[in-house]
């Protein structure tokens, strides 16, 4: 068992920046990819970014580039999303989610919720205009 705990959302005002961190217990992230999703209210859960730990191959939801930064520290075993130049469109609960990765496997299916094994609580991101 993984579990997942997000943490630094916040109030921000646009054009400010926060940094949310995933932090794992139970099992070390080595053999995982890690994704940050989002989901404001009304709307379906939506992929912002993911990292495969083994390898360190990061992929973006093309409206993220440039703006968001999904990076890990193994000592830590945590993810972080470094959000700047934020905008009111970005608020939304932002959850960490898991997803175990064979040796060897290639991982195609990132941006798909339903294809992860464990999410962490949410973390509420509030950006004012």
């Known amino acids: 068992q993984v579990q997942l705990v997000e943490s630094g959302g916040g109030l921000v005002q646009a054009g400010g920046s926060l940094r949310l961190s995933c932090a794992a217990s139970?099992?070390?992230?080595?053999?995982?990819?890690v994704a940050w999703f989002r989901q404001a209210p009304g709307k379906e859960r939506e992929f912002v970014a993911a990292?495969?730990?083994?390898?360190?191959?990061?992929y973006y939801a093309d409206s993220m580039k440039g703006r968001f930064t999904i990076s890990r520290d193994n000592a830590k075993n945590t993810v972080y999303l470094q959000m700047n130049s934020l905008k009111p469109e970005d608020t939304a609960v932002y959850y960490c989610?898991?997803?175990?990765?064979?040796?060897?496997?290639?991982?195609?299916?990132?941006?798909?919720?339903?294809?992860?094994?464990?999410w962490g609580q949410g973390t509420q991101v509030t950006v004012s205009s």
């Open positions: 139970g099992r070390t992230f080595s053999r995982y990819g």
């Open positions: 989610a898991a997803k175990f990765i064979p040796v060897g496997s290639s991982w195609y299916g990132y941006i798909v919720p339903r294809e992860y094994d464990y």
């Open positions: 990292i495969r730990w083994s390898g360190g191959s990061t």
